[in-house]
């Protein structure tokens, strides 16, 4: 009766540890940019995304107008994204994941087995990403909130 009972905790504990690491959809954010003062230009639209960036600690880089990629690592896990923006909106789309994406038989990792080329983004993450975008969002949201005071 006893190892019933253990036998029954066991598999409780098993199905909450697979819950808190299955995967979630990818969140992509396509907003609308808002500040006090009406319309913005890019380059204001580009600052506040450098700012939010360094707030949350994504590394960003500008690599043409009205296109940002930021990464952002921490204890071996890492994303990356692209932002495209522009005076009236802004997109934040996933790139890649390493250690984020849902395991499969091959383990985690954008790469394909053997070295070959880089496989498409997940269309399941783990939660932490979807954490790390939407902090990013919201700080983005709020250094545009920041224009012409």
């Known amino acids: ?3 019933l009972g253990y ?3 066991f598999l409780c504990a098993l ?3 697979g819950a808190g690491c299955s995967g979630r959809q990818v969140l992509n954010v396509n907003t609308l940019v808002a500040t006090p003062k009406g319309t913005a230009t890019e380059e204001e639209v580009l600052k506040a995304i450098q700012r939010a960036g360094l707030v949350t600690g994504w590394q960003m880089t500008p690599l043409q107008s009205g296109l940002v990629y930021a990464e952002r690592e921490e204890r071996g896990h890492s994303a990356s994204v692209n932002i ?7 997109a934040i789309n996933l790139a890649s ?3 984020m994406d849902r ?3 091959g383990g985690y990792g954008a790469q394909v087995p053997g070295g070959g080329a880089l496989a498409a ?3 399941t993450v783990h939660r932490t ?3 790390w975008v939407q902090e990013l969002d919201k700080a983005i949201r709020a250094q545009l909130a920041t224009l012409g005071l």
């Open 1 to 3: 009766m006893r190892v």
């Open 129 to 131: 990403y979807n954490v």
């Open 103 to 105: 395991p499969s038989a």
């Open 7 to 9: 036998v029954g905790m």
């Open 15 to 17: 199905v909450l540890l």
């Open 84 to 90: 495209t923006y522009s005076p009236t909106q802004y």
């Open 121 to 123: 983004a997940p269309t």
């Open 97 to 99: 994941t390493t250690m």
